[in-house]
């Protein structure tokens, strides 16, 4: 009787898969994205809207009851108030809607409006007044006459006449300056600013009511062939120094208009900083000047130049007082702009006081950084692979990252030229010790070199195979230890993407991570006491959820494709093999519904660089631009395996074929791949390394190449839509070559595919735009005519007019079509589609689709 009802059980199971529906372009509408969500300021609301709807409608979320309001036609929503009130907009109308209990208001009158979530007021002009509300108060104050109004923290800062006056909305307000204003800065943290009057410059602080005269400008002599910009800095008493705004006096002459000479020639000169194609008219003008650099120093009432005309990049330090910049001279390396695309400069020391210039570093791709006290620069050497510190009275580098013991580079790195840092995470202690990325954890640097480095995370990161970093920009100026900081991970073993917290030195919690999706925090509320944030793998849609900072109480508050349910969906997991060269390699496989590891499967082989990060990313099904839709395909019933490719300078080709072939072959001896029916994807990049695999095996049944590259020696000098030449590509970049084609003549060759048509017996379907901006069109082209030339069954389509990948929903539609089309053809033995069988002549080109 047991066994009868397990089997009752299995045959359910199975009929209930058989009852769900395969992903197909019908079921594509119904699938959404999310947009961008947003977060009121104490947590109590989110807003939301799908991407692409055409409806614009707009979501209005309850967190705490998880109610939800729908809205149309709403323009440029915002929280306002401290979460109280919400402003938007419809037609001529502004309306101010207070949550808790829905009521509007409207105006109808154009008017300016000023506001922002962290405050409880509200500003607004009109032809002849500003009125400032308290949206929480009702209170309100109405300032006729004033040229210019700020709000911060209930109190308004405006200009009335010749006076610059502050108060409440409620209350007396103070006269913080009399005389002409004529120009007034705020800086909002501190509570601060300047005022410009008849060319002086004065700071004021709102807490105190008090000013305090910084300069005259009438003080600061700049060269006779310039011109200062006067205005109210943002600086403060303990300024010492700080940049000019300068311009020429004399501007250069109005360029003369082009003449009709019947002609027009375009002449390119061998050393000219900027090829033909990168200038451009009325922005590109090699007599236009960038503009020399100086210093004022206030106590010494003295101007120093510190870079001349046409020079390069500044770098200042942000403090107050600082006795050096770096002065970047980027001429002498324009011309290499064409191979390395990254334009690199010399490094210059300057003297903020003498305006001494001592060069430092020649040739330098990195650009250095300052600490925020203004006493340290440092720089990340790519060719030593370190973190130095630049000794200000000397010049000379100094290792820092040492004594770390573990790289500072990105060990993974792959293409030629520079090897990136992991980064810079900020500073500690104002500035004396700089805070340093290694691939898995936070270190502390003492500039003083008084105390060895440690790490910041104990190491927990690389305990634990956890890669941690800032949560947000990964960049701090001025971090804080006395209070817990937020670090989001990544788990190297399981894929998945957490949240974690530093609550102390070497003390890293958990607050959230599991092996089976991916966290991501979407947005803190601005009281910093909740969150919205995302669950995702390829099963889970990355919805909307809420909680607290600590992940607790938590709730779903969207559902927003629960008609996943009712399709074959699939699974994705991590696989393993030896590659030829008997090194370990990894990629995502994915599996129909209900797989049944008894039996083989077609398998479409769809890959880039490296895919493994991406095992816990949702697909939305949906046309297709350039590749196949996994989600589509695997439905469908196709395994889509995305194997890592790990590459060797100089040996593209044979990179993809050692990692991508071996995989593919380990799935064939494991017995889930069917040999018979395995197929191969690639666009751009991928289109390149699919178009050079079908010349080294016979493994795929059927390929499909987009916009790749299939001759180097031509790509080399290639011009890009941009302007650009395309050598970089080759030499620093992507393509991973390392030199230049006449270094290495045979290596551009060998990892072309052209040259090896011959050795291709799959049939190929190539996807290729007359109008690739990327890769130019010449190259699926001449792909094809070989192919044709050798009698072996090769299809092109042109999008006419289309770019490197398609945009308009129609072309998308059709090559959706068209690629299933195909990869069922020689993969599930379906019908071979008519446009194949008798192609499409010019007077059938729509007319008869022939699908």
Request: aromatic share 12%; charged share 25%; proline share 4%.
């Amino acid at each position: 009787m047991k066994g009868k009802l397990m089997l009752a059980a299995l045959l359910g199971m199975q009929v209930a898969v058989a009852q769900k529906k395969t992903i197909d372009t019908t079921a594509y509408a119904q699938w959404k994205r999310l947009g961008t969500p947003s977060l009121s300021y104490d947590g109590q609301w989110m807003m939301y809207r799908y991407s692409g709807d055409e409806e614009h409608l707009q979501y209005l979320v309850n967190t705490a009851s998880g109610k939800t309001t729908t809205f149309s036609d709403m323009g440029s929503p915002e929280f306002i108030g401290q979460g109280k009130w919400m402003k938007y907009t419809r037609n001529d109308s502004t309306i101010l809607r207070r949550l808790k209990d829905g009521h509007e208001e409207y105006w109808t009158r154009s008017s300016y409006f000023l506001s922002s979530d962290n405050s409880n007021t509200l500003s607004y002009n009109t032809p002849d007044k500003q009125v400032v509300v308290d949206l929480n108060t009702g209170d309100s104050i109405v300032l006729k006459d004033v040229t210019r109004c700020n709000i911060l923290d209930g109190n308004v800062i405006y200009i009335k006449g010749n006076q610059l006056l502050a108060g409440p909305l409620k209350g007396k307000h103070k006269v913080l300056f009399n005389g002409p204003v004529d120009d007034y800065s705020l800086n909002r943290d501190k509570g601060s600013g300047t005022i410009l009057s008849d060319r002086k410059l004065y700071y004021y602080s709102l807490k105190t009511g008090q000013t305090t005269f910084l300069l005259d400008y009438r003080d600061i002599k700049v060269p006779a062939a310039y011109k200062l910009s006067e205005q109210a800095l943002s600086i403060t008493p303990g300024t010492k120094q700080f940049i000019l705004d300068v311009m020429r006096a004399e501007q250069p002459a109005m360029r003369p208009q082009p003449q009709n000479t019947g002609f027009q020639l375009e002449l390119w000169t061998w050393n000219e900083p900027v090829t033909q194609r990168l200038q451009r008219r009325g922005v590109y003008d090699k007599n236009m000047m960038n503009q020399a650099k100086f210093v004022y120093n206030i106590d010494t009432k003295t101007v120093v130049e510190l870079a001349p005309e046409m020079s390069g990049q500044l770098v200042t330090p942000s403090s107050e007082t600082f006795d050096y910049v770096i002065a970047l001279d980027p001429a002498p390396y324009k011309v290499d702009i064409d191979y390395r695309y990254n334009s690199n400069a010399d490094l210059y020391l300057v003297n903020v006081h003498s305006g001494e210039r001592k060069l430092i570093a020649k040739d330098s791709y990195e650009t250095p950084s300052w600490s925020p006290n203004g006493k340290f620069s440092i720089y990340y050497d790519n060719k030593n692979k370190a973190w130095e510190k630049i000794d200000l009275s000397t010049g000379q580098f100094v290792n820092i990252s040492e004594g770390i013991g573990f790289p500072v580079n990105d060990e993974e790195w792959d293409q030629p030229g520079r090897n990136p840092a992991y980064g810079l995470a900020g500073w500690l202690d104002g500035g004396n010790t700089a805070v340093i990325y290694d691939r898995y954890d936070m270190w502390a640097v003492d500039m003083s070199g008084q105390r060895k480095p440690y790490s910041l995370t104990g190491q927990y990161g690389r305990q634990h195979k956890l890669v941690l970093r800032l949560h947000g920009a990964e960049y701090m100026e001025n971090m804080n230890l006395g209070k817990p900081l937020l670090l989001r991970s990544f788990n190297e073993e399981t894929k998945a993407r957490g949240v974690y917290k530093l609550q102390s030195l070497a003390r890293v919690e958990k607050v959230v991570e599991n092996p089976d999706y991916s966290v991501k925090i979407s947005s803190i509320s601005g009281d910093g006491r909740s969150c919205i944030f995302t669950k995702e793998n390829y099963q889970i849609n990355p919805d909307v959820w809420y909680g607290d900072i600590n992940f607790k109480n938590s709730k779903q508050l969207t559902d927003i494709n629960p008609q996943q349910k009712d399709y074959n969906w699939g699974s994705a997991k991590v696989v393993k093999w030896k590659t030829f060269d008997g090194k370990n390699d990894e990629g995502l496989l994915y599996l129909p519904e209900a797989y049944d590891s008894s039996k083989v499967y077609p398998m479409i082989v769809d890959f880039y660089e490296t895919h493994s990060q991406d095992l816990h990313d949702y697909i939305v099904p949906e046309y297709t631009s350039s590749t196949i839709n996994i989600s589509t395909y695997v439905s469908r019933g196709y395994l889509v395996f995305r194997p890592d490719v790990h590459y060797i300078i100089g040996k593209p080709g044979e990179s993809v074929y050692n990692c991508v072939v071996s995989g593919v072959n380990a799935l064939i001896e494991r017995k889930i791949a069917d040999k018979e029916a395995i197929g191969l994807q690639g666009h751009s990049f991928g289109g390149y390394e699919a178009a050079y695999l079908v010349t080294r095996t016979d493994v795929f049944k059927c390929a499909n190449i987009g916009a790749g590259v299939v001759n180097m020696t031509y790509n080399y000098t290639a011009v890009r839509q941009n302007g650009a030449p395309s050598l970089f590509k080759f030499e620093s970049e992507q393509y991973r070559m390392g030199k230049s084609l006449w270094e290495d003549k045979e290596g551009y060759i060998n990892n072309s595919a052209i040259f090896n048509a011959d050795k291709i017996h799959t049939p190929i379907m190539i996807f290729h735009n007359d109008k690739d901006g990327a890769v130019p069109f010449t190259h699926g082209l001449d792909l094809f005519l070989s192919l044709r030339r050798l009698k072996r069954p090769a299809w092109l389509l042109n999008y006419k007019g289309a770019n490197h990948t398609l945009e308009e929903l129609p072309a998308q539609k059709d090559f959706t079509i068209r690629m299933q089309g195909f990869f069922d053809h020689y993969l599930m033995k379906k019908p071979m589609p008519r446009w194949m069988s008798e192609g499409i002549s010019v007077d059938e080109r729509n007319v008869d689709q022939k699908y």
